[in-house]
């Protein structure tokens, strides 16, 4: 039920934003987190935000490029991500958590399909 969207291929030093949506469930219940994986790697954490927005973490290897938001009007949450790196690429995905602000992926029980960030160098 939730759906990330907005990945696509970008150069070294470019920008994009990804986008979590959901139908059928109330995200503003739920704080929300981002994560990605590359082939051959663990799921990585990278942003959660609480259900009010506010209180956010971010993992060390994007704080300071990516910043999360949601807008619990559109029920949508989303990663601006600047500054992307070549080992940025991965699948990310958006996921919902009951607890108020979680970092590992354990803590997410509902998880979205992914959508692919591929950075050229």
């Known amino acids: 039920q939730l759906q990330a969207c907005g990945g696509g291929l970008v150069q070294a030093w470019g920008s994009l934003r990804l986008s979590c949506a959901t139908s059928?469930?109330?995200?503003?219940?739920?704080?929300m987190g981002w994560f990605r994986q590359a082939p051959g790697k663990e799921r990585e954490f990278v942003a959660a935000?609480?259900?009010?927005?506010?209180?956010?973490s971010y993992g060390d290897s994007v704080r300071g490029r990516f910043t999360v938001s949601r807008d619990n009007a559109k029920n949508t949450v989303y990663l601006q991500m600047n500054s992307l790196k070549s080992e940025d690429t991965a699948v990310y995905y958006c996921?919902?958590?009951?607890?108020?602000?979680?970092?590992?992926?354990?803590?997410?029980?509902?998880w979205g399909q992914g959508t692919l960030v591929t950075v050229s160098s």
């Open positions: 935000i609480s259900w009010s927005g506010g209180r956010i």
């Open positions: 059928g469930r109330t995200l503003n219940r739920y704080g």
């Open positions: 996921a919902a958590s009951s607890i108020f602000i979680a970092t590992t992926p354990n803590e997410y029980g509902y």
